[in-house]
């Protein structure tokens, strides 16, 4: 059993700035890449940030230069510094632990940008 844990959601002023933690535990064989997604109300989910277990980043467009990724392989924690939010950024964030076994998702946490 997989399980990841979220922390670091909350309320934030406009160009204001957070930081997401994800913690996986559990039977985790050979973890392949992490990252964040985020789902607002009416809209689908959508990658904010990946990070490869080699390294390698990936970013939406929209979080480009603001948001930075990263991650501890050794204790399976991903991080993401989001830097002058906005408004359109309030969502459920989700951290996601893609292995060599499947697909494991947290719950979720919160993150509201006040304009």
């Known amino acids: 059993q997989v399980q990841l844990v979220e922390s670091g959601g909350g309320l934030v002023q406009a160009g204001g700035s957070l930081r997401l933690s994800c913690a996986a535990s559990g039977s985790i064989f050979v973890t392949v890449a992490m990252g964040w997604y985020r789902h607002a109300p009416g809209q689908q989910r959508e990658l904010v940030a990946s990070i490869s277990s080699t390294g390698s980043t990936n970013y939406a467009d929209s979080v480009k230069g603001r948001f930075t990724i990263s991650t501890d392989n050794a204790k399976n924690t991903v991080s993401l510094q989001m830097n002058s939010l906005k408004a359109e950024g309030t969502a459920v964030y989700c951290c996601?632990?893609?292995?060599?076994?499947?697909?494991?998702w947290g719950q979720g946490t919160q993150v509201t940008v006040s304009s």
């Open positions: 996601k632990l893609r292995s060599v076994q499947g697909n494991y």
